[in-house]
């Protein structure tokens, strides 16, 4: 009686693993550039005993990290539900449970799940919820897989600060490291910190971007230290692609210089792009929201501008939920750190 929620499940989290599929790749024009990275190989060998969470710093690379799970453990045949925080508005359990469009409550659906070996609960950005009911709601369910202590593993990342102050999550997943991929600040919590990208990391750029590769190879220690940031690193790939030169990059020094560069050839070159932008983050910060309606902005005279940032993927239409497709109609920013600097 469960197969067909059973198999709804399935459905949103292959949605949810195509909507991500842009964060786990660096993409230079039309070229696109896979890492294969040391810390997903042991995040996949310690999930099998564990449900923690995925750590680190902004861009560092969370969700390509729980996508690349996702992926090996699609490609061994295992049982697994894959959300993004940021796509869900269930302020309760039983409100997720209808937004998913099941027959049974998740966690019903979860326990009854066939299967005797370790299944996961892959719950990306924990943090995108911050400010809003639908934190509550995933915070309840994970206690609940947890407490079930059935075959279900949690996997959740969210970043540091959040972490830090979030004492739920601390007592959620409180016990020791289960391996060497470790922030010192968190020895009391179950957790995966994920890293900058290595030299040996970097490396494989060479075959498919070359371009980009000479760039990282080049840059002076700022710029490289910087580069090491996957959502850095993509940020300076998508200026490649666009026809910025290595000469007009190399001298960025620190994050918020190449942000600032990246609003440059985004926006600001777009003359009305910052005005339509200026209004997105009013009514973000004014309804304590990552997404707002787009007739908010939206009028006859800014409509072409906001294609645009559609287009170039400074702004995303929003999904309402994992097995829905984008609501035109809702607005976000392509990446929270995007948000953090247009604020």
């Not at 996997?155 to 997943?173: C, H, M, N, P, T």
């Not at 940020?235 to 609003?263: F, H, K, M, N, S």
Request: hydrophobic share 40%; glycine share 4%.
């Amino acid at each position: 009686s469960y197969q067909e929620d059973i198999e709804k499940l399935k459905d949103c989290s292959r949605r949810t693993f195509s909507s991500l599929a842009h964060l786990a790749r660096i993409r230079v024009g039309s070229i696109d550039v896979k890492i294969h990275r040391r810390c997903v190989e042991e995040l996949r060998r310690v999930v099998e005993e564990h449900s923690l969470l995925v750590v680190g710093e902004p861009g560092v690379g969370k969700s390509g990290a729980l996508h690349d799970l996702v992926e090996a453990l699609e490609d061994e045949g295992r049982d697994f539900v894959y959300l993004a925080v940021d796509r869900l508005a269930a302020q309760s359990l039983g409100e997720l449970r209808q937004e998913l469009g099941l027959e049974h409550d998740l966690i019903e659906v979860l326990m009854n799940w066939p299967g005797t070996r370790p299944a996961f609960l892959v719950i990306d950005a924990l943090d995108a919820a911050r400010g809003e009911p639908v934190a509550k709601t995933t915070q309840d369910l994970i206690r609940t897989v947890i407490e079930n202590n059935n075959r279900w593993r949690v996997v959740a990342s969210i970043r540091k600060f959040d972490l830090r102050y979030g004492i739920e999550f601390q007592e959620l997943f409180y016990g020791e490291p289960p391996t060497d991929f470790q922030d010192p600040e968190f020895q009391k919590i179950r957790h995966l910190n994920i890293p900058k990208l290595s030299d040996e990391e970097l490396n494989q750029i060479a075959p498919r971007a070359p371009e980009l590769h000479s760039l990282v190879t080049n840059a002076p220690e700022e710029l490289r230290e910087l580069l090491q940031v996957p959502f850095n690193l993509q940020l300076v790939a998508g200026l490649l692609g666009e026809g910025v030169t290595e000469d007009e990059l190399t001298p960025i020094r620190t994050q918020l210089e190449l942000l600032d560069r990246y609003w440059h050839y985004r926006v600001i070159q777009g003359g009305a792009y910052e005005a339509l932008l200026r209004r997105v983050c009013n009514q973000m910060v004014k309804a304590r929201t990552l997404r707002i309606d787009r007739s908010y902005v939206e009028e006859p005279a800014t409509s072409t501008y906001l294609d645009d940032l559609l287009r170039t993927q400074v702004l995303v239409e929003w999904q309402p939920s994992p097995t829905a497709k984008p609501d035109r109609y809702v607005l976000a920013f392509s990446h929270h750190v995007l948000f953090d600097y247009a604020v």
